[in-house]
T-cell receptor, first 110, second 115 residues
């Protein structure tokens, strides 16, 4: 099963782009990368997922490197409400099972 | 999308007792899962709750300690048995509504403290 590595914490100024990196160097070819965030005392909330193409939705963009060994979640204009722990997750191939990484605690500063 | 609720939201229990946590989804989901989140830590998958059959447990988790039921497509329970202070954690359930690997929806969690 692939594992993910994330920096434990990051700060970002309000209104600026937050770029959260994730390393998943052992990911296999058909394993998806998912991003979730967890705001204090709540359950994780889905953000975005991808396989090999870059993805964008109303919340964020996901950039996956060509070799798929790493990815970056981009919050284009961070707000104070984006302060949370962000998890990069690999879904085990052929299953619904998620393997959560340790997460990055993002603090958006006013 | 699916909305997931859990009961209780929190509890304080005595060592040696058991607690059953309920997870209710507002629509049918294909898969349901139970996770544990120890203080300050990430989420660890406990088991997959299978409808009408025994749950599938991850390494390090056993049925005697964490019996799980899933009688239908919208409801599941997790029991934490013979509790010790090491079981103090947040327990979360999740569901996959679409069956197409798009996203899982998580409940708000049950915060358990064992004295």
């Amino acid at each position: 099963d692939a594992k993910t590595t994330q920096p434990p914490s990051m700060d970002c100024a309000e209104g600026r782009a937050a770029n959260l990196p994730c390393n998943h160097s052992t990911i296999s070819g058909n394993e998806y990368v998912y991003w979730y965030r967890q705001i204090h005392s709540q359950g994780p909330q889905y953000i975005i997922h991808g396989l090999k193409n870059n993805e964008t939705n109303e919340m964020a963009s996901l950039i996956i490197t060509e070799d798929r060994k790493s990815s970056t979640l981009i919050l284009p204009h961070a707000t104070l409400r984006d302060t949370a722990v962000y998890y990069c997750i690999v879904r085990v191939s052929g299953t619904y099972k998620y393997i959560f990484g340790t997460g990055t605690r993002l603090k958006v500063l006013a | 999308s699916a909305v997931i609720s859990q009961k209780p939201s929190r509890d304080i229990c005595q060592r040696g007792t058991s607690l059953t946590i309920q997870c209710q989804v507002d629509s049918q989901v294909t898969m349901m899962f139970w996770y544990r989140q120890q203080p300050g830590q990430s989420l660890t998958l406990i088991a997959t709750a299978n409808q009408g059959s025994e749950a599938t447990y991850e390494s390090g988790f056993v049925i005697d300690k964490f019996p799980i039921s899933r009688p239908n497509l919208t409801f599941s329970t997790l029991t934490v048995s013979n509790m010790s202070p090491e079981d103090s954690s947040i327990y979360l359930c999740s569901g996959d509504a679409s069956g197409s690997f798009n996203e899982q929806f998580f409940g708000p969690g049950t915060r358990l403290t064992v004295l």
